[in-house]
C-alpha cells in the first residue's frame, strides 16, 4: 500500500472518531439533557436532582474508563445549554464529579521535574495483566528490562481508583493527565501524588544513566521548547584515576567536586546558587575535554555540550539554560574562539552598509554580557545543582570580568607531562610501575614540553622492539628529536635586549 494512502486512511479514521464523539454528545443532548431542562429553566432544582441520579448511576454501574468518558460527554452537553453558557466554571465544575490534573514536560519554560517522575512511575507498573510491555538490554546488565508502554493506566491506591493517559498535544507537548473522583481530592493530591513522584525519582536514581546533550541550531526547534538538545548515552571511559596529572591537585579538584554535589545545606545557608564554574586551561592534548569527561562519572551527572556558534542570540542563550536538568554540567568548550569577547562590537567602517552590518550582528550576537548573565544572573539561580565548565587554550585572551572568583570558581591549569604524569600514563597504557628507562624519561621530559596526548600516542606506538621496551624507547627517541627541534629553534630566533 502507498504512503499517501495510508495516511488517508488514518485521516479517514481519525476524522470519524472526532465525528462519533461529536455525535455521542449530540445523542446525549437530545436523549437526556434537553428533555431534562428544555432551553428555559424555571424548576431547576428538581432537573438537578435528576442529573446527579444519572451521573451516580453511571458511578456505580459502568466501568473505569467508559464511566468516565460517558460521563464527560454528559458534561459537556450539559455546558452547551444556553442557560449553562452564562454559568460560572465553579457551577459547571459541580456536575463532574471528576477532577483532572495535567503534568506538562515542560511548564512556564522550565522542565518539569514530576512530568519525569510519573512517566517513571507509570512505565514501572508491570504486572502480569498488563497487555503492552517494551523491553530493552541496558548496558552493563545480565537481565531484561521490562517497562509498561500503555497509553492508558488505571491504578489504585487505598482503595482510591485513579485513571492516568499519557498524551501528547497536536502543538507536540508532551504530558500525562491524571483523572480522579473529586471526593478523593485530599488523598490523591497529597499522600498518593508524593507517593508516585518520590517512587518514579527512585526508579530514575537507580537506573540512572549519564548522558551527553548537545544543542539543535535553532532553526531546528520546534514550538514548546522542545528539540532544544539531542542527546546519546554518554559511556566515555575517562575517570580521574586515569587522568595523568599532579596527584594533590587531582585529589583538591575531586574534593571540591564531591563538596559541592553534597552542599546543598551549605548552599541555602549562604544563600547562593548551588552552582559553581571551573575554568579548564592548558595547551591542546593537555586533557581539558578528558577531565570534565572524569567529572561527568565521578559525579553522575550529564553533561551539556554549549555550542555557542550555533546560538543566534542571548535569548536563545537563556532558553537553553533552562531547559537543562539540575546534576548537569554545561560545557562551553574553546570559550575565547566560540565568543567576541571584546563585549560591544567595534564600530564599523564607513563605507560598510547597514545590510552588512545587521547580517554580521545576527551571525555572532551572543554577547559578553549575555553570557555574563547566564552565568550568574537571575536566569542561573533558575536552576540548582549545575556546574559550569569553559576551556581554553589561551587564558590570557578572556575578558577579566569573565573569569573573576565567583564565576569561574576554581581555575584548573592543565599543562605539559612531567614526571608525575608520565608515571600515571606508563601505568594506564603498560601497566607499568617501574623500569629502568623510567630515570632517562623524567630527565627528558623536564627538559622538553611534550603534552600527556603526546605521551601517550607514543606509548601505544610499538615501533621496531616489542613489548614495553619498544615503546618507552619509542617515547625516549620522540623526546629527542623535540630536543634538537627545540635547540635548533632557539639559535635561528634573534633575541632581543
Ligand atoms: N592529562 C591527561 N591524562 C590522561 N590522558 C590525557 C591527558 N591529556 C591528554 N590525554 C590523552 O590525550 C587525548 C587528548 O586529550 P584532550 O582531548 O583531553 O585534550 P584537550 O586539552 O581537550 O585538547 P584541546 O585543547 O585540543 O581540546 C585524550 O584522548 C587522552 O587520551
Ligand atoms: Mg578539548
Not at 466554571?89 to 512556564?108: C, G
Not at 553534597?262 to 552552582?275: M, R, V
Not at 590570557?396 to 599543562?415: F, N, T, V, Y
Request: hydrophobic share 35%; with cysteine.
Amino acid at each position: 500500500m502507498s504512503q499517501t494512502k495510508v495516511r488517508k486512511d488514518q485521516k479517514l479514521l481519525l476524522l470519524q472518531k472526532k465525528r462519533s464523539k461529536r455525535n455521542l454528545t449530540e445523542i446525549l443532548m437530545e436523549s437526556i439533557v434537553k428533555p431534562m431542562f428544555g432551553d428555559n429553566i424555571t424548576t431547576i432544582g428538581s432537573k438537578i436532582a435528576g442529573l446527579l441520579f444519572i451521573i451516580e448511576t453511571l458511578r456505580r454501574y459502568l466501568p473505569g474508563q467508559l464511566k468516565i468518558t460517558i460521563q464527560e460527554l454528559l458534561f459537556n452537553a450539559i455546558q452547551r445549554l444556553p442557560f449553562f453558557k452564562k454559568c460560572s466554571d465553579k457551577t459547571l465544575v459541580f456536575f463532574s464529579p471528576y477532577a483532572q490534573i495535567r503534568f506538562r514536560e515542560i511548564e512556564e519554560y522550565r522542565y518539569n521535574y514530576a512530568y519525569s517522575a510519573i512517566k517513571t512511575y507509570l512505565g514501572a507498573q508491570v504486572n502480569s495483566q498488563v497487555k503492552n510491555l517494551k523491553g530493552s538490554l541496558v548496558k552493563g546488565r545480565k537481565s531484561l528490562d521490562f517497562k509498561r508502554d500503555d497509553d492508558k493506566v488505571e491504578d489504585e491506591y487505598e482503595g482510591v481508583k485513579l485513571w492516568w493517559e499519557v498524551l501528547k498535544s497536536t502543538a507536540g507537548v508532551k504530558m500525562c493527565r491524571l483523572t480522579f473522583h473529586r471526593s478523593n481530592w485530599e488523598v490523591v493530591t497529597g499522600p498518593y501524588l508524593r507517593h508516585v513522584v518520590e517512587e518514579g525519582k527512585s526508579i530514575e536514581e537507580k537506573k540512572k544513566k549519564v548522558k551527553l546533550f548537545m544543542n539543535n541550531p535553532s532553526s531546528n526547534w520546534k514550538m514548546q521548547m522542545k528539540n532544544l538538545w539531542s542527546s546519546i548515552e554518554f559511556e566515555h571511559p575517562a575517570t580521574f584515576d586515569t587522568m595523568a596529572m599532579d596527584p594533590e591537585k587531582k585529589e583538591e579538584i575531586m574534593s571540591d567536586l564531591l563538596g559541592f554535589r553534597d552542599g546543598e545545606e551549605y548552599y541555602k545557608k549562604i544563600g547562593k546558587a548551588w552552582k559553581r564554574g571551573y575554568l579548564l586551561h592548558g595547551p591542546p592534548g593537555t586533557g581539558k575535554s578528558t577531565m570534565i569527561a572524569a567529572m561527568a562519572n565521578l559525579m553522575s551527572y550529564s553533561i551539556y555540550d554549549l555550542e555557542l556558534t550555533s546560538i543566534e542570540n542571548n535569548w536563545e542563550l537563556k532558553k537553553l539554560l533552562l531547559a537543562t536538568t539540575s546534576k548537569s554540567i554545561i560545557v562551553i568548550e574553546d570559550i575565547d574562539c566560540s565568543l567576541d569577547l571584546t563585549g560591544e562590537r567595534e564600530v564599523k567602517e564607513d563605507h560598510q552598509s547597514n545590510a552588512e552590518i545587521k547580517k554580521e550582528k545576527k551571525k555572532n550576537a551572543v554577547t559578553l554580557s549575555g553570557l555574563l548573565n547566564f552565568i550568574d544572573g537571575i536566569w542561573s539561580a533558575c536552576g540548582q545543582e549545575r556546574i559550569l565548565v569553559f576551556t581554553t587554550n589561551h587564558l590570557g585572551k578572556l575578558d577579566q570580568a569573565l573569569i573573576r572568583r565567583g564565576r569561574m570558581d576554581m581555575h584548573i591549569e592543565l599543562s605539559y607531562c612531567r614526571s608525575y604524569a608520565f608515571k600515571i600514563l606508563a601505568k594506564n597504557y603498560l601497566n607499568l610501575d617501574s623500569h629502568p628507562l623510567f630515570d632517562e624519561i623524567e630527565i627528558l621530559l623536564e627538559e622538553t614540553c611534550m603534552t600527556p596526548a603526546d605521551v601517550a600516542e607514543n606509548l601505544m606506538v610499538k615501533d621496531g622492539e616489542s613489548g614495553v621496551d619498544g615503546s618507552l624507547k619509542g617515547l625516549i627517541r620522540a623526546l629527542e628529536q623535540l630536543k634538537s627541534n627545540h635547540h635548533k629553534k632557539k639559535k635561528v630566533e634573534p633575541t632581543f635586549k
